[in-house]
């Protein structure tokens, strides 16, 4: 695939690496602190921007007919629009929180301890989450699908703690406290590889389609939403 990168900070270099020892050539870089060429033709497009520019950065590729990959977080509230804008022009969209394949089973279990808990009133579930001092959003996208979930299963909004430590990639826990005990469901990334190998992966499967996918239709092969 031809690639071209919408963002070319820490992630979209790792992204890029990605790609390349997979085989993958790079169309475009699209940076304010890069050239940017006036014309993009790709098979596929990284969003790894900033939340003021991420939905530009995706209609611009709605515009231009290239299926667009977004992990840029912090502009959740136009998901529902952009998905639908999505649609309405034909176009392909995955947008992921996160795109590491063991966060997203650990999304599949926080639901399931969330079915579990419900009805245990004893337990006050809490989430906590840090990452690297560059992170601009806070809580992350990532806390507030965990927290999202919790509330629509238990009926119950567990707060989010964010801390901004270091170079840290993103550890996550979803904690459920009582007089007893304590019970944690805990991911931590070792380095930012493992969510750019999952955004490569999305690129892939998102080629040749149409729709709005998130990583629920990669990991089981669905049709999108």
């Excluded at 611009?60 to 959740?76: A, E, H």
């Excluded at 989450?129 to 699908?145: C, F, N, Q, R, W």
Aim: charged content about 20%; proline content about 4%.
């Amino acid at each position: 695939m031809k690639i071209a990168y919408f963002g070319y900070g820490k992630m979209g270099r790792t992204v890029e690496a990605a790609a390349l020892e997979r085989g993958h050539t790079t169309a475009a870089i699209i940076d304010p602190l890069v050239e940017s060429p006036s014309t993009i033709v790709a098979d596929v497009a990284m969003e790894f921007s900033t939340p003021a520019t991420a939905v530009d950065n995706i209609l611009r590729c709605f515009d231009l007919g290239i299926p667009v990959v977004s992990g840029t977080t912090g502009w959740n509230a136009r998901l529902n629009e952009v998905a639908d804008i999505c649609r309405q022009r034909q176009g392909a969209l995955f947008v992921a929180s996160n795109f590491s394949i063991g966060m997203n089973i650990m999304f599949q279990l926080n639901r399931r301890l969330a079915e579990l808990m419900k009805d245990r009133a004893d337990y006050r579930p809490s989430i906590s989450e840090t990452h690297h001092v560059h992170k601009l959003d806070a809580p992350s996208g990532t806390a507030i699908v965990l927290a999202n979930d919790i509330a629509a299963i238990s009926g119950s909004t567990p707060p989010i703690e964010s801390h901004r430590v270091g170079e840290v990639p993103g550890i996550h826990e979803v904690v459920y406290d009582s007089a007893v005990d304590t019970l944690t469901l805990r991911h931590e990334a070792k380095s930012r590889k493992g969510l750019a190998l999952g955004a490569v992966l999305a690129a892939e499967f998102l080629v040749g389609r149409k729709g709005f996918f998130t990583m629920y239709n990669l990991l089981n092969d669905s049709p999108s939403a």
